[in-house]
């Protein structure tokens, strides 16, 4: 028995929480009452030292401006890196991002001029697209190859888009979000080789790196490559590992002295973003100093919830099959046997199942006829979810 209940229900309900409370966000077709799970936030409560930094920063009642610039918070974060991956992270190589899709965005526009390519790996996390199409980019999609019932990098094709010099970047989703791929070292020394080759940026958003399952190993990419970490930037953030994505703070690897003058040019002299605020700088040091315990009862935890769900759709619906994550707390189900349209899918979901999950085809094509689910919740949630499933996919 662990220190901490993961089987606790916490009512989120009038919290302002944009999964429980905005639920027809999620789509024109979800109901107000609908079972959540698309977010990609978790229904746990925080560690308990990341409660106790908060609440003390509450009871020293003034909230000024605040910077993250102290020795207590590089070495928080550079420790935790060091601790849990072998990597030694240059503090001045770290800047701030109030998330790393905003960084996204702001890499986007400083990497590239209007009309370039940028390569993302579809189905893959849909704010990629949305960033940069709506820089004027161009998304160039090299797609994952989906072969018995797990994917691979299709490195012929990104060699072809390598090669054209208008394509300038590569978003990397490492792990995936979301098929749930941990990339091994080899297929990611494939990927700087070709990028290398090339002359071409990589982007790695690493933000679920510290969920995996056991056995697994995340490799962050820039400790493969030390002659070319100066093209690669690294995107993380404690806000999927500790439950914190409202405190909207997040840190940004960039080795590139020139590259970093750029960002901080777009974000502090023009954008006017300057340093988290003050509850995200104590919880990020709590999180990173004192809640590793958490963090791993928590992956036990998402462990078993995966293992739950493989079982129930193993015993109750085998025609859909479920893409095991190696990594992040988010499920990819393929639902393609079934025969359903993406509009006749999402009803059935939305409408007869009434539960609220990422439809596949916002991640592209390659998407369509998959489910997307949030299994960063009680095993209870969990299972209603999956029963409203199997009766909603039984009543075809």
């Known amino acids: 028995m662990g220190k901490y209940d993961f089987d606790k229900i916490v009512d989120r309900i009038g919290t302002d929480s944009v999964k429980w409370d905005f639920r027809t966000m999620c789509s024109p077709k979800a109901q ?42 590089f070495d928080a974060f550079c420790n935790w890196y060091k601790r849990r991956f072998g990597w030694e992270i240059d503090r001045k190589s770290v800047v701030f991002a109030p998330g790393v899709v905003p960084a996204l965005a702001i890499l986007v526009r400083i990497l590239t001029n209007p009309g370039d390519g940028v390569i993302i790996q579809r189905p893959v ?59 091994s070292e080899d297929e990611l020394i494939r990927v700087v080789d070709i990028c290398k080759k090339h002359d071409v940026w990589i982007v790695a958003d690493e933000i679920h790196s510290d969920l995996v399952r056991k056995g697994i190993k995340h490799t962050p990419i820039q400790l493969l490559c030390d002659d070319y970490k100066d093209k690669i ?28 003058k750029k960002y901080l040019d777009e974000v502090v002299s023009t954008g006017g973003v300057h340093s988290p605020n003050p509850f995200a700088i104590v919880s990020t040091v709590a999180a990173y100093n004192e809640s590793e315990d958490w963090l791993d009862e928590l992956n036990d935890y998402l462990d078993k919830n995966i293992d739950f769900i493989k079982e129930y759709l193993e015993n109750n619906l085998p025609k859909a099959k479920l893409i095991y994550p190696e990594g992040t707390y988010l499920v990819w189900i ?15 979901m939305f409408k007869k199942a009434n539960i609220l999950l990422d439809e596949g085809y916002i991640f592209g094509k390659e998407g369509i006829g998959f489910e997307r689910i949030n299994a960063a919740c009680p095993k209870s949630i969990l299972e209603e979810c999956l029963i409203r499933m199997k009766d909603a996919l039984d009543s075809l």
């Not at 930037?233 to 960039?254: D, E, H, R, Y």
């Not at 393929?334 to 059935?348: F, K, Q």
């Open 32 to 73: 107000k009452d609908g079972l959540p799970l698309w977010v990609a936030d978790m229904d746990f409560e925080c560690a308990d030292p990341i409660i106790k930094a908060l609440h003390d920063r509450v009871d020293h009642k003034i909230f000024g401006y605040s910077s993250n610039n102290s020795g207590e918070y």
């Open 125 to 183: 996390y849909y704010p990629f697209t949305n960033k940069i199409e709506k820089n004027d980019r161009k998304v160039i999609n090299n797609s994952l190859i989906y072969d018995d019932g797990t994917y691979k990098m299709d490195y012929d094709d990104l060699e072809e888009k390598a090669k054209d010099p208008k394509n300038k970047v590569l978003i990397l989703c490492s792990p995936h979000n979301p098929v749930g791929r941990v990339w």
């Open 233 to 260: 930037v690294t995107c993380v953030a404690p806000s999927k590992s500790f439950n914190l994505a409202g405190m909207q703070s997040s840190n940004i690897i960039i080795n590139n002295a020139e590259l970093k």
């Open 334 to 348: 393929d639902l393609t046997t079934y025969g359903l349209s993406e509009v006749e899918l999402e009803d059935l």
